[in-house]
């Protein structure tokens, strides 16, 4: 399966974002992409004030628009994610649509981004998000896929169950910035991928300096042997990369640690279906 990762040039219109999203969607499908992904917060800049200045109900425009991407590409599509409003609350949640332009997941960032490096970067998403609180997968004719946006990827909880659950390849739309992005961006995306042996692929805005927040870029597919199979520097581009569900089976054949876990001295615990 060929993916592709759309490491979007985010400003400030939404209609521009969506515009532009919409012509790199149909580029990646005519490249003979199957599924691709939309980064985090795809049509705003990333951003607690920003947020409710955006937030959009599901179903919406923005959710019209990603629908139409899917159908009119015929390709699943992982949209990225924008701020939702639902009953009051926000959301920073992500659609996925099948090749008919139908919803068949959507997932609300699970962990919020709340972090504090002195003389470095300080963000409270919780100061305007609430968490959602369920795991996403979803299936496709090559494999299942599970569903993390950006700090989700910290946890590697949420990446066993995915493969607990049998995903192959974890996509999380993500914007890491200049001081964790260098730091733990890759490295994060290698450790569930070796972990868990299947593919990961993390989808960045493109970086923008003048922005309040500055993107770190690097969107990258990680095979199930830990290797970065794609990657890109920070500008606005398509990465594109092939999914191969037997070499997830590969690896797992030749390394069986899932078979060598120690079930008699500790299990991973899950509470949600
Ligand atoms: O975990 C990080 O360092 C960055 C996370 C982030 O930017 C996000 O969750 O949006």
């Known amino acids: ?6 490491q979007l040039a985010v400003s400030a219109t939404k209609a521009d974002n969506l515009n532009r999203a919409t012509q790199l969607v149909s580029r990646a499908a005519k490249e003979g992409a ?35 991407m899917a159908k009119e590409n015929q390709v699943y599509l992982i949209g990225g994610s924008f701020p939702e409003e639902d009953n009051g609350k926000l959301f920073n949640t992500c659609c996925v649509f099948n090749p008919k332009g139908e919803m068949i997941a959507k997932h609300r960032k699970i962990h919020l981004f709340d972090i504090d490096v002195p003389g470095k970067i300080r963000f409270q998403e919780s100061e305007t998000l609430s968490p959602g609180n369920s795991f996403t997968t979803f299936d496709t004719p090559y494999c299942k896929v599970g569903v993390g946006i950006c700090y989700d990827i ?19 739309p993500g914007a890491f910035n200049m001081t964790t992005g260098p730091a733990h961006w890759e490295l994060l995306q290698r450790g569930r991928a070796l972990d868990n042996q299947l593919y990961v692929a993390t989808v960045s805005p493109a970086r923008d300096t003048g922005a309040k927040y500055v993107a770190w870029g690097h969107s990258t597919v990680v095979n199930p042997w830990g290797e970065v199979i794609a990657t890109t520097e920070h500008q606005e581009t398509i990465l594109y990369a092939d999914i191969d569900p037997a070499y997830v089976e590969e690896v797992r054949e030749q390394i069986p640690t899932r078979k060598q876990k120690r079930d008699d001295m500790y299990t991973l615990d899950w509470k949600k279906s």
Do not use: H, W
């Open 1 to 6: 399966m060929k993916i592709a990762l759309v």
């Open 34 to 68: 199957k599924l691709v992904s939309l980064p985090e917060c795809f049509n705003s800049p990333y951003g607690t004030s920003y947020f409710p200045e955006y937030a959009e109900k599901i179903p919406g425009a923005s959710f019209d628009s990603l629908s139409s």
């Open 154 to 172: 910290r946890f590697p909880e949420l990446a066993q169950v995915y493969a607990k659950l049998n995903c192959k390849l974890l996509v999380y």
